[in-house]
């Protein structure tokens, strides 16, 4: 008997902003479990490690309080309404959620700062002050990373952590707008921290200044509420993919190179990195932007709509990216979309999951084929040669 | 049939354009076809038969694994995209 589930909005980046669901079952334990199978973590933000409903958490039925009927397993009909309220903003899990920034009343400064969001309808003063309690982690302050940090800077975000281990480079001043002639040679995460604050000195800037890898991703990840990638490499970009997974953690992805550009949204549980792309190509096969270039601009575009896509989640406005991956084609000036889905068969959040904890990532994005490292070398040196012949019969 | 088919940037240095054309009643024999008039380009997109799996094919905008793989049909006026991974960032 399918009945309609009203989410909260603290638990709506589960549900990709959708304020109701559709759910099945007879009474309201099994409504939950049916929401938590459609939703992974639902479960968690309601009943946080326990087995019975917190006291901070209301659920009525057609608007009467469950504990006045049969409490969890008050029996429901076709068309009823379950909605699932907490009783204080942010209620979640307390063992395992961290301390979350609570915003009260903005200031007369704030509300001038923020003046062109807050009079827009989708925002308001309560929209405000959602995207400054917010806590984004940024991985990488290169190409992507920079327009991101600088509009969720700008935006107001609350807590922005930023990872990169890595230090300017001369090169990266073609398009990483964090970054300034005076920043050469200094660790990028402090240069981008410095950035961030010098338009908004609201702004609480993590760094992690270390690479991400299986043994910190965890820990690092899940201090904050959505996470961006803005990772050069595919090992990176399967670690991120799959620790947000295991987190529960909403993944705003982009991609780029030369003059194309990929974005899109995973929600936990209804698709992630591995179901689009389920091996990485073999070391050479496809060139990083060092090898074969990238449009400087190009970053500014990609990474402003992933900056977009998270604000939309925090606002719970609009439809996000999540289901649809947007192709972006800069010299056909062209945006394009193709569906994408959750893969039965993925090996990470399908249904018969075998990869169950983070792995060594380099390790298998180094050797990606069943064929032997010398047989897959071969093909990517063939692949190289093959586009460099074609490339100079072109210019010839 | 002739299928039209957009390439990324990176497939571009071996077709010299973005939007190529090609003939064959399933995905498999257009991209056959596409190599002999690109020589190469089916290296970059398969190995052994199949398509490597970080290459994805979109028939109309819908993944080509959830609908027939490389024996998929194609007809005149169906719009075919090739979409391999990229990690820059």
Do not use: W
């Given at each position: 008997m399918p009945v309609s589930v009203y989410i909260p909005t603290p638990f709506r980046k589960l549900t990709g902003n959708r304020q109701h669901v559709e759910a099945s079952g007879a009474n309201v334990a099994e409504v939950l479990a049916d929401v938590d199978r459609q939703y992974p973590g639902f479960r968690q933000l309601v009943f946080g490690s326990g087995e019975t409903v917190p006291a901070h958490i209301n659920i009525y039925v057609n608007k009467q309080e469950i504990t006045s009927l049969n409490g969890i397993e008050t029996a429901l009909q076709d068309g009823d309404e379950v909605a699932v309220i907490p009783a204080m903003a942010g209620g979640s899990g307390e063992d395992e959620a961290p301390k979350r920034k609570t915003v009260g009343a903005l200031t007369a400064e704030q509300v001038n700062r923020y003046s062109r969001h807050i009079i827009m309808p989708q925002v308001g003063p309560a929209g405000?002050?959602?995207?400054?309690?917010?806590?984004?982690?940024?991985?990488?302050?290169?190409?992507?990373?920079?327009?991101?940090?600088?509009?969720?800077?700008?935006?107001?975000?609350?807590?922005?952590?930023i990872v990169d281990f890595d230090v300017v480079d001369l090169s990266n001043l073609q398009r990483q707008i964090l970054h300034q002639n005076d920043d050469i040679g200094k660790p990028k995460a402090i240069s981008a921290k410095e950035t961030i604050n010098a338009y908004n000195p609201d702004v609480e800037v993590v760094v992690h200044e270390v690479p991400i890898t299986s043994?910190?991703?965890?820990?690092?990840?899940?201090?904050?509420?959505?996470?961006?990638?803005?990772?050069?490499?595919?090992?990176?970009r399967y670690l991120v993919n799959d620790a947000c997974y295991f987190l529960k953690k909403p993944l705003i992805d982009g991609s780029i190179l030369l003059f194309d550009g990929q974005v899109t949204v995973y929600l936990p549980g209804?698709?992630?990195?591995?179901?689009?792309?389920?091996?990485?190509?073999?070391?050479?096969?496809?060139?990083?932007?060092?090898?074969?270039?990238?449009?400087?601009?190009?970053?500014?575009?990609?990474?402003?709509?992933?900056?977009?896509?998270?604000?939309?989640?925090?606002?719970?406005?609009?439809?996000?990216?999540?289901?649809?991956?947007?192709?972006?084609?800069?010299?056909?000036?062209?945006?394009?979309?193709?569906?994408?889905?959750?893969?039965?068969?993925?090996?990470?959040?399908?249904?018969?999951?075998?990869?169950?904890?983070?792995i060594d990532y380099d390790a298998w994005c180094g050797g990606a084929f069943d064929h032997t490292n010398e047989e897959e070398r071969k093909a990517a040196e063939a692949a190289r040669e093959a586009r460099e012949r074609a490339a100079a019969s072109m210019n010839a | 049939m002739a299928v039209e088919v957009k390439v990324t940037s990176v497939l571009q240095k071996i077709t010299g354009a973005k939007v190529v054309q090609g003939e064959g009643g399933t995905v498999g024999e257009l991209l056959a076809d596409l190599d002999t008039r690109y020589p190469g380009f089916k290296q970059q997109i398969m190995q052994d038969g199949s398509l490597h799996r970080f290459v994805n094919i979109y028939l109309n905008d819908e993944d080509i694994r959830y609908l027939n793989q490389l024996d998929t049909r194609v007809k005149d006026g169906d719009s075919i995209s090739i979409l391999p991974a990229l990690a820059g960032g």
């Open positions: 405000q002050r959602k995207i400054m309690e917010a806590s984004v982690l940024i991985i990488g302050a290169g190409g992507l990373g920079s327009p991101i940090a600088v509009y969720l800077a700008l935006a107001g975000i609350g807590k922005i952590g043994d910190n991703a965890l820990e690092i990840i899940k201090d904050y509420d959505y996470v961006i990638n803005g990772a050069d490499n595919f090992a990176a209804q698709g992630c990195y591995r179901c689009l792309y389920p091996s990485p190509p073999p070391p050479g096969m496809v060139p990083s932007c060092a090898e074969a270039g990238v449009l400087g601009a190009l970053c500014g575009t990609v990474g402003t709509i992933q900056a977009t896509e998270v604000l939309k989640l925090i606002l719970g406005a609009g439809e996000s990216l999540h289901g649809r991956l947007l192709l972006y084609d800069a010299l056909a000036m062209e945006f394009r979309q193709v569906r994408i889905r959750r893969d039965p068969n993925c090996v990470l959040c399908g249904d018969n999951p075998t990869v169950t904890e983070l | -």
